[in-house]
């Protein structure tokens, strides 16, 4: 049974090609990237889609009415393509509650410092690593967790560690700390769909409901 990942951009999209590589030389078997939907047209991320031969769909949020039609659109389309794990992969919106009831616990997101600090609205990018070395910490490194309804909050699946070097720049860290995302998120990546299909619920749903 082949698991259909689904993937959330609005830059980039350095970790959706991390992910994206590692399903297709083999690392995460029997899964697919199947749709990269981004909020923004013309960033990276759909370049980088186009060259990896994933489907991508641009969706503005300003077309529709409010952030829950939105999120019924993202789940809508996700669905279509029979997509059971979402990653956020530097998508810079907050994830609204109807997305989260459609795939409960299997939405995981990405950021670039040890959760839970340095984190929260307004914290993404560049800022993050800003803060990290405005408040002089001496390590700092990603976190990989499953998104819940608060902004860089939820259950941490994994957290990888790198040293703040004295003269660094936020660019010269965020380097740094790129690197081990794109090593430690298809790792969990990884290991959720095998959990997936070990379950045999590939609808996200609980069937409860
Ligand atoms: C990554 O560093 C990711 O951790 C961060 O945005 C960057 C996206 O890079 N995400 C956040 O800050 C989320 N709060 P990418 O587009 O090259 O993957």
Do not use: W
């Amino acid at each position: 049974m082949t698991i259909g990942i689904g993937v959330l951009v609005s830059g980039s999209g350095s970790n959706f090609e991390a992910i994206a590589r590692a399903v297709q030389d083999g690392r995460i078997p029997e899964a697919e990237v199947r749709l990269v939907i981004s909020n923004r047209p013309g960033v990276g991320a759909l370049d980088r889609a186009k060259d990896l031969g994933v489907e991508s769909l641009v969706l503005d949020p300003a077309l529709f009415p409010d952030r829950k039609a939105y999120s019924m659109k993202i789940a809508s389309e996700f669905r279509k393509k029979g997509v059971s794990l979402v990653c956020l992969a530097g998508f810079l919106l907050k994830v609204e509650s109807g997305l989260i009831q459609q795939y409960p616990g299997r939405i995981l997101n990405i950021h670039p410092s040890l959760l839970p600090k340095h984190a929260g609205r307004g914290m993404f990018g560049h800022r993050v690593h800003e803060s990290v070395l405005g408040e002089r910490e001496t390590e700092s490194g990603c976190t990989v967790h499953v998104v819940d309804e608060e902004y860089d909050h939820g259950p941490v699946l994994m957290q990888a560690r790198v040293p703040v070097l004295p003269g660094d720049t936020p660019e010269t860290l965020a380097a740094r700390v790129l690197k081990e995302e794109h090593r430690i998120y298809p790792l969990v990546v990884g290991r959720l769909v095998e959990q997936i299909r070990k379950e045999g619920n590939t609808s996200g749903r609980s069937g409860r409901g």
